[in-house]
């Protein structure tokens, strides 16, 4: 059996659905994890150790065991405790929350490295903690974490790809319809590739604009 | 919490447990020597090695692990590759860590000061010399964290086999929530394994960057 790429027109409908649902779980799983990561970057630089504490716990719980296993136990575990959610919103909660711990690291790490001094120096001139916090240290902290986050963006859209073993018609799962009619796995999956490269090389196009337009304010 | 179940399943997540780690380990080392070709042939005088070199990192890296697997395993068998689940696990998720492997190793290469090899061709060292003499024994110190994080990264990928069936420990976890309805238990025990290796791979990273690292 030689390849024949010749059938893949014919099912593209299924690999377009796939593109559009991969953006879409992908920009929102993004939305949860910034969010999410910087609230779990601010609990755990300034709550209380009563609240900071288990936001650690969970990080270092979803920082130490693989995606995969988190998104079946999202998908299953809600089911058991009684939420009935659909893959898709168990799979973008899942993602979401994964890159959410990595984007917290980001965040903690790029707040703590702005030189202590900055903020002596804001308090010294008047301004009050809240202030300091958000004219001083927060511009800065900006520039530091703009890259790696960028990075953990990259990184999501290609884990995204993960969420189609809960059955979610992404990319994956739109090619895996495709090869169950025609039985070309090789074909599909090659073009399957080759669209996760495009979406890569735009994420990283816009990456690069939004990086530059952060430079720029220095 | 049932711990009835949780007793009488945990061995079996053990002997998964440990073919995790033989799946961790061996790809590790292709990736190793992989990202050792990657990282020389991205620094080759011949310009047709630099672009097989940049193509082999942007294509395993612009695209997902799961799709490398699934060409490799599900399409490999229309173009004459017919190979195990566990093989296959192990080639792709080396072949692709070997990708990143190739920048920390080259990234390490290029950060070491040009003077030294300057400083050590004009002592009438070749090429080649300066190279083993000077510039490795120092990349090779930079080199440490940079790999060690994806070593560890490639841990946690390696879950991504349980999707062609081998036996592993995700695969494993997935199999028992299925049979048994506990998510939380068999996720619980999955996990504390995981960690196990994932933390103590970690510990070992940070053993080594300590003991060798320069700063």
Known sequence: ???????????????????????????AAAVLAFFAG??????VLYAPRLVAYPVR??????????????????YFGLGQIGIDVPALLAGIIGLGLHFAVYNADVVRAGIVAVDGGQNEAAR??????????????????????????????????????????LGVTELVHGAQLAISETYRPFEFYIVAAVLYYA????????????????EATR | MDFDLMLRVTPFFVAAAWVTVQISALSLALGLAMGAIGAALRLARSRLLRVLGTAYVSIFRGTPCLIQLFVLYFGGPQVGINLDPFAAGVIGLGLNIGAYMTESIRGALVAVERGQTEAARS???????????????????????????????????????????????????????GSTYKPFEMFAIAAVLYMIIVYGAARAVAWLDARYAIE
Not at chain 1, 38 to 43: C, D, G, N, S, Y
Not at chain 1, 128 to 155: D, E, K, M, W, Y
Not at chain 1, 200 to 208: D, F
Not at chain 2, 127 to 139: C, D, G, H, K
């Open chain 1, 57 to 74: 716990l969970f990080m270092w719980l979803f920082m130490g065991t693989p995606l995969l296993l988190q998104l079946f136990l999202i």
């Open chain 1, 124 to 165: 010294s001139l008047g301004l009050s903690r809240l202030q300091s916090f958000t004219h001083v240290i927060v511009p800065q902290a900006v520039r530091n974490v703009t890259p790696p986050l960028g990075n953990n963006l990259i990184a999501l859209l290609k884990d995204s790809a993960l969420v189609s073993v």
């Open chain 2, 123 to 177: 002592l009438g060292l070749s090429r080649f010399q300066a190279l083993r003499e000077v510039v490795l024994p120092q990349a090779a110190r930079l080199m440490i964290r940079p790999l060690g994080v994806n070593s560890v990264a490639l841990i946690k990928g390696s879950a991504l086999v349980s999707t062609i069936s081998v036996v592993e420990l995700t695969y494993t976890a997935q199999r028992y929530i």
């Open chain 1, 38 to 43: 910087i609230l779990f970057a601010l609990v």
């Open chain 1, 1 to 27: 059996m030689g390849l024949d790429f010749s059938v893949v027109p014919e099912y593209a409908h299924f690999l377009w659905l796939g593109v559009v649902w991969t953006s879409i779980v992908t920009v």
């Open chain 1, 199 to 214: 979406l890569n090389l735009i994420l990283e196009a816009g990456l690069r604009l939004v990086e530059r337009k952060v």
